[in-house]
């Protein structure tokens, strides 16, 4: 079975400039961002068929990145899957709060992925 893309994120140095953007770019609903999550804010593109996404600040140091995230049935043997075949583990396996377990990995050009677990 294919897995599906169900996740987009941007991440970059300066949140609020890009929430400002984003929401008047494309009139994404954007919530507040949310505090546990590291003042990640969820992004609701209001469309039939379109995906959620997120918007967040990165790190110290990092200028950061626009990646997908794909739902996979279990994130350890995708990871090891995905190393086996050249790419590398970027972060993760990591729980969110109430939420699924994601992680990052890069590919053999270096492009940052993501991965999501829905839990049972």
């Known amino acids: 079975m294919a897995n599906p893309v169900v996740h987009f994120e941007i991440i970059g140095k300066d949140q609020q400039k ?4 984003y929401r008047s770019a494309f009139e994404w609903q954007i919530d507040d961002p949310i505090p546990e999550l590291g003042n990640y ?13 997120g918007i967040g600040g990165g790190i110290e140091g990092y200028d950061g990145h626009v990646t997908f995230y794909v739902e996979v049935a ?4 995708a990871l090891a899957k995905i190393e086996g075949l050249g790419g590398k583990k970027m972060m993760g396996p990591d729980e969110v709060p109430n939420g699924p377990i994601i992680a990052q990995f890069t590919d053999p050009e270096g492009h940052v992925v993501g991965l999501v677990q829905q839990r049972s």
């Open 18 to 21: 890009l929430l400002k953007f």
């Open 41 to 53: 804010a969820m992004v609701h593109t209001q469309t039939e068929g379109g995906i959620a996404g």
């Open 74 to 77: 279990d994130v350890n043997a």
